[in-house]
């Protein structure tokens, strides 16, 4: 029985939706755009609804809203995402992993575009240029996004409208721990923001990783 409920507690630990912000513990603008960002977490559907602006997640420097927590070793993330505002084509819904705040951080990224394009994304290192890869545009619809860490490998997956999981590729990453692990959301411009619902949001502490032989 003790061993149950210590189980329990280590799961509501890694998961739980218990604060202001659910599973997260952060909120905040990055790269400081002139529209002020939000998030907002309503604990009786369990979803998220952030509204960020900014000229985009990209090149040498972000601007973007972003809802985070700090986690280390292994771990799951997982989201339902919609926008609720029209915009630019490139405006963007993303699960991050991000060293820090400033706005030429390294990161990785899933990213689901309002014009319904997937794409992965990262930046290795403080003040490089982001990398990314862009698969075909799919249309706008109902994402699901899911982000994987296990050691160094960042692995990747996205479906829509209810279909399975497919997985994009994966990354390897020295970001190393502890890290910032949430949802952002970028309007692609400073002059408007966007709004994208979360929902079915998991944030799960994986096992380590077994050292090599």
């Not at 218990?18 to 997260?24: D, E, I, L, P, S």
């Not at 997640?57 to 972003?66: K, L, P, S």
């Not at 619902?197 to 032989?213: G, N, R, Y």
Request: aromatic share 8%.
């Amino acid at each position: 029985m003790r061993i149950l409920l210590l189980t329990c507690m280590l799961a509501l630990g890694a998961s739980g939706e218990t604060g202001k912000f659910g599973a997260f513990t952060n909120s905040d603008d990055v790269g400081a755009p002139p529209l002020h960002g939000s998030a907002e977490y309503d604990a009786a559907t369990g979803q998220y609804k952030i509204t960020g602006s900014g000229a985009d997640i990209w090149a040498r420097a972000d601007q973007f809203h972003y809802l985070w927590r700090e986690m280390s070793g292994n771990f799951s993330v997982t989201a339902t995402t919609k926008f609720l505002t029209e915009g630019i084509g490139h405006r963007k819904a993303v699960i991050m992993l991000r060293k820090s705040l400033d706005t030429d951080s390294p990161h990785v990224q899933v990213a689901i575009h309002g014009d319904g394009t997937p794409a992965v994304q990262f930046r290795n290192s403080k003040g490089d240029t982001t990398n990314t890869v862009d698969f075909p545009v799919q249309g706008a619809g109902i994402w699901k996004i899911k982000l994987v860490r296990e050691g160094t490998t960042i692995t990747l997956w996205v479906s829509k409208d209810g279909e399975p999981l497919r997985e994009l590729g994966h990354t390897m990453s020295q970001i190393g721990s502890p890290v910032m692990v949430g949802l952002g959301v970028s309007s692609h411009t400073q002059a408007a923001t966007n709004t994208v619902l979360f929902s079915d949001v998991s944030v799960d502490q994986l096992p380590a990783t077994p050292p090599a032989k």
